[in-house]
Protein backbone atom coordinates (compact mmCIF):
# COMPACT_ATOMS: atom_id res chain seq x y z
CA UNK A 1 0.00 0.00 0.00
CA UNK A 2 1.17 3.48 -1.01
CA UNK A 3 0.34 5.72 2.07
CA UNK A 4 -0.73 9.69 1.56
CA UNK A 5 2.17 10.88 4.53
CA UNK A 6 4.93 9.59 1.90
CA UNK A 7 3.29 11.77 -1.00
CA UNK A 8 5.60 14.53 -1.33
CA UNK A 9 5.30 16.80 -4.57
CA UNK A 10 8.33 18.36 -6.93
CA UNK A 11 8.11 20.90 -9.72
CA UNK A 12 11.01 21.45 -11.36
CA UNK A 13 13.09 19.19 -8.50
CA UNK A 14 11.61 21.55 -6.15
CA UNK A 15 9.00 20.82 -3.26
CA UNK A 16 6.00 22.08 -4.12
CA UNK A 17 3.72 23.39 -1.21
CA UNK A 18 -0.05 22.92 -1.63
CA UNK A 19 -1.89 26.48 -1.80
CA UNK A 20 -5.54 27.80 -2.71
CA UNK A 21 -4.45 27.20 -5.96
CA UNK A 22 -2.39 23.51 -6.11
CA UNK A 23 -4.29 20.65 -4.38
CA UNK A 24 -2.84 17.34 -3.43
CA UNK A 25 -5.66 14.05 -3.25
CA UNK A 26 -5.33 10.67 -2.61
CA UNK A 27 -7.81 8.87 -4.59
CA UNK A 28 -7.38 5.35 -3.21
CA UNK A 29 -6.23 2.27 -5.03
CA UNK A 30 -2.89 3.62 -5.17
CA UNK A 31 -3.69 6.74 -7.30
CA UNK A 32 -2.76 10.22 -6.38
CA UNK A 33 -3.65 13.43 -7.96
CA UNK A 34 -2.50 17.16 -8.27
CA UNK A 35 -4.89 19.84 -9.67
CA UNK A 36 -4.00 23.27 -9.73
CA UNK A 37 -6.32 26.04 -10.43
CA UNK A 38 -6.05 28.98 -12.97
CA UNK A 39 -2.71 27.81 -14.57
CA UNK A 40 -0.37 30.89 -15.18
CA UNK A 41 2.94 31.28 -16.85
CA UNK A 42 4.78 30.37 -13.55
CA UNK A 43 3.67 27.15 -13.38
CA UNK A 44 5.39 26.02 -16.26
CA UNK A 45 7.90 23.58 -15.61
CA UNK A 46 8.90 19.53 -15.53
CA UNK A 47 6.38 17.72 -12.83
CA UNK A 48 7.42 14.15 -12.00
CA UNK A 49 5.92 10.92 -10.48
CA UNK A 50 8.01 9.04 -8.73
CA UNK A 51 7.55 6.19 -6.64
CA UNK A 52 10.26 4.21 -4.40
CA UNK A 53 9.72 1.27 -2.45
CA UNK A 54 10.28 0.77 0.88
CA UNK A 55 10.14 -1.55 4.14
CA UNK A 56 10.19 -1.04 7.58
CA UNK A 57 10.42 -5.42 7.99
CA UNK A 58 14.41 -5.38 6.78
CA UNK A 59 14.01 -8.78 7.74
CA UNK A 60 11.20 -9.84 5.81
CA UNK A 61 12.14 -12.43 2.66
CA UNK A 62 9.19 -12.84 0.23
CA UNK A 63 9.01 -13.70 -2.99
CA UNK A 64 5.65 -11.87 -3.86
CA UNK A 65 7.80 -8.01 -4.17
CA UNK A 66 7.95 -6.46 -7.30
CA UNK A 67 9.46 -2.72 -8.34
CA UNK A 68 7.03 -0.25 -8.77
CA UNK A 69 4.53 -0.23 -11.83
CA UNK A 70 3.31 2.87 -13.25
CA UNK A 71 0.10 1.70 -14.52
CA UNK A 72 -0.84 5.11 -16.67
CA UNK A 73 2.36 6.40 -18.58
CA UNK A 74 2.47 10.33 -18.42
CA UNK A 75 2.72 12.56 -21.37
CA UNK A 76 3.46 16.06 -22.61
CA UNK A 77 1.08 18.49 -22.38
CA UNK A 78 0.35 22.45 -23.44
CA UNK A 79 -2.57 23.54 -21.07
CA UNK A 80 -3.30 27.32 -21.99
CA UNK A 81 -3.13 30.18 -19.22
CA UNK A 82 -6.06 30.47 -17.10
CA UNK A 83 -7.23 26.79 -17.36
CA UNK A 84 -6.87 24.26 -14.83
CA UNK A 85 -4.34 20.99 -14.64
CA UNK A 86 -4.91 18.11 -13.10
CA UNK A 87 -2.13 14.96 -13.00
CA UNK A 88 -3.00 11.36 -11.97
CA UNK A 89 -0.22 8.78 -11.00
CA UNK A 90 -1.19 5.04 -10.74
CA UNK A 91 1.30 3.10 -9.00
CA UNK A 92 1.62 -0.47 -7.80
CA UNK A 93 4.37 -1.95 -5.96
CA UNK A 94 5.16 -4.22 -3.39
CA UNK A 95 6.18 -3.50 -0.74
CA UNK A 96 4.71 -0.36 -0.32
CA UNK A 97 6.02 2.53 -2.28
CA UNK A 98 6.72 6.25 -1.56
CA UNK A 99 5.43 8.66 -4.14
CA UNK A 100 6.96 11.84 -4.90
CA UNK A 101 6.07 14.55 -7.06
Known amino acids: MITSE ?3 KYKNSKEIVPSDRIRFEEMGDNRFRMTIENLTSEDAGLYACKAVNTSKDRKRVSDDRF ?5 VPLHDRRIPEGN ?7 VNAKPRADIKW
Open 6 to 8: KFL
Open 84 to 90: NMIVECF
Open 67 to 71: APIFN
